[in-house]
Nanobody
């Protein structure tokens, strides 16, 4: 069982940066792959990034490659998403998820409550 809590969202100007955190509880955190998704109003939840349990392999959506960085520290039970050069189209509720490495939300077993990211142009 894994419980996830996101933080770090907020309002930022286009071109700015934010760092999202996902704090996890549960003994299995360090053994599971994890990812970030986002959902804009009226749109489906979309994949942003994912990484393996060790952090040795990472995957990004094409739309965020070169701008976002996913990372984790298993000793701290925490995963991060560093977001640079933010664009208005990056706006949405960002969710961390655990249990898979794929881009399909249904493959993930555990979800946080989400944190809002707003990008002003």
């Amino acid at each position: 069982q894994v419980q996830l809590v996101e933080s770090g969202g907020g309002l930022v100007q286009a071109g700015g940066s934010l760092r999202l955190s996902c704090a996890a509880s549960g003994r299995t955190f360090r053994t599971v792959a994890m990812g970030w998704f986002r959902q804009a109003p009226g749109k489906e939840r979309e994949f942003v990034a994912a990484l393996t349990w060790s952090g040795g392999s990472v995957y990004y959506a094409d739309s965020v490659k070169g701008r976002f960085t996913i990372s984790r520290d298993n000793a701290k039970n925490t995963m991060w998403l560093q977001m640079n050069s933010l664009k208005p189209e990056d706006e949405g509720v960002y969710y961390c998820a655990a249990g898979s490495i794929t881009a399909r939300p249904l493959d993930y077993n555990y979800w946080g409550q989400g944190t809002q990211v707003t990008v002003s142009s």
